[in-house]
């Protein structure tokens, strides 16, 4: 029987408890299945690894991170790490940084019996994860950022041809695995030379799929399309910082936050990370929403099983996801959704439906 | 009699149509109420201009605007520009940028009668009109982008405290005829110099308005709050990329691009413009919707009563905007609003409440 070995870092906040909820899930299901088996390696990441190592994303994390198949990420509290360890990464960026996880591949699907703004829609923003206007990703430019004056800032966006080729090609081999559409958001009426490349490169790129689709839009009207008919896009592949706009967007608009998920990946790491943030104010009150970091693991599984072409984790994936719209569907709903089920009810709802299908 | 010279420029693509219907308007307003009269000063720009003098933005038309107490400006074809004249700004950006016009200030409010997707909501976006992210604003450090290899641009942002300084006043002096709730939009989680900057000088300015209530969001968190709450916001002061983003999204959650509306000014003078873009596809067809030129060009002359403490222009304002939120209510409307006037009929509707009331 095929093991995984998946790094779990747990993170701040509400972190504890979602990530809990999603190993759970996967535990569950890899028990009932039988086909797999799941070691999992709890790894420190976050404020509590700052009490106990010093830092944030200790050296006994980055050493053991490399010997896993996979990782799952809660959130960060942005806001303290900005307070007390000002000019620092949170780990979450470090993480993408150092690992070169270069693509952030957030899906947004309408839910059956979920409420919603925009009618059916089923899109994956392809956010470009490593330079654009992420001044902080940018190790060759110092930190992308200076003071010329005490009064000057300058924030030095960064647009490269090979990280362009990489997340254009991420996008288009997705897209010929959904329905073969590729929008480029970019503003190339302003941003000239630096979203010139951008289209330029994805252009060139798309030559070698001619099977797909492509369009473009400029970031503002895009936002505007987003709202008025989302569910005729399909992969939207963008720079850093419009990706992480549009995605908060666009996960509003099918549906909220509380269920948006996604991967970071290279060609042979991915991690899986949520899109909410570590929500301070509720955490450790068991309500948060754990559907977002369940459906994270669920990508990740899914990007291992082709990863290691292991059918047995799709169907485990296939199991897990279906297993967690069953029990929204059924009005099972943390209280974000409008419903009263704790974070434990929600995953034991879930975990009830696994054992029975 | 007091009378106003009012610089007309047409534009491109549905230009001539909607800026014509806002110029009858306000005309047929003005000889009804007979406290005020407007001097219309046709001046050539965009790409008719080209073909008759050369430049989309000539001379002729640079030297008359000097002698007019406020200009209505038309759509720029973004895309012809980008083909054929490329480097060059648009009009509207050598505008903005040429006569420090730093404010555009765009209001977002659901009308009666007119479906929205976020329910009621009332918000003005004060975009910082002449830095951050938009490189071809800032002439001082050349265009803005580099290439600094053939594969890598440099697009620099540009944050600088006087220029924040007096977005920020025009956000709180705004806030204070209105709800007085100001909120500051920002990314300083990322790039941590530039939006720092812009925090801190915001909160400065703050201090000088004690009544004011201030919040901050994060760009990405903001649209997806405009989305859930809309109603929740009154001023929101932001960068010149994010505030070109957000207000199409959010003239989308209320009701519509062709309906949204702006004045760009500096402290001495204001030009009206609609959010909306030029069309060309349909152009001359007499199905464009005037709404949107109509209001902007309403709110030009509000800026101009108080400039000139002059309340017959409020009052003239006042009447062509109920005329038009009349002729809306009672089903008269464009086809991008599901109606079946034309571009005329609309404009005709308006001008038969102007003459009835
Ligand atoms: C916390 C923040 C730095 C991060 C980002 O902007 O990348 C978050 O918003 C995200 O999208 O994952
Ligand atoms: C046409 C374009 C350059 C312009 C901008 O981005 O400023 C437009 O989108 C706007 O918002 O007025």
Known sequence: MATYRLGVMYGDGIGPEVVQAAVEVLTTAAERLGTVKFNWVELPMGL????????????????????????ILGPNDGAAYAKEHQGKR???????????????IRPSKTLP????????????IVRENTEGFYTDKNMYVGNGEFMVTPETALSVGVFTKPAIERIAHAAFRFAMERRQHVTIVHKANVIKLGFGLFIKTCREVAEQYPQVKVDDYHVDAFAAQLV????????????????????????????GLG?????????????????????????????????????????????LGTRHQDQSLHHLGQLVKTSILKALFDGVRTQDLGGDAS?????????QRILRS
Chains 1, 2 share one sequence.
């Not at 509590?48 to 990782?71: H, M, Q, R, V």
């Not at 963008?238 to 967007?249: K, Y």
Request: a negative charge; charged letters at 20%.
């Open 259 to 303: 269920l948006a998920y996604s991967i970071n990946a290279s060609e042979n790491q991915a991690m899986a990370q949520a899109v909410h943030g570590s929500a301070p104010d509720i955490a450790g009150k068991n309500v948060a929403n754990p559907v977002g970091e369940m459906l994270s693991a669920v990508m990740l599984i899914d990007w």
């Open 48 to 71: 509590s690894a700052i009490e106990k190592y010093g830092e944030a994303f200790p050296d006994i994390t980055k050493k053991a991170l490399k010997n896993c198949d996979g990782w």
């Open 90 to 104: 949170t780990p979450s960026g470090e993480l993408r940084h150092s690992y070169d996880l270069y693509a952030n």
């Open 343 to 351: 974070t434990i009810q929600f995953t034991e709802a879930v975990v």
């Open 113 to 124: 019996g979920i409420r919603n703004v925009v009618g059916e829609a089923d899109l994956v």
């Open 228 to 255: 008025r008919r989302a569910g005729d896009f399909d992969v939207i592949v963008t720079e850093n910082m419009f990706g992480d706009i549009l995605s908060d967007l666009a996960a509003e608009l099918v549906g």
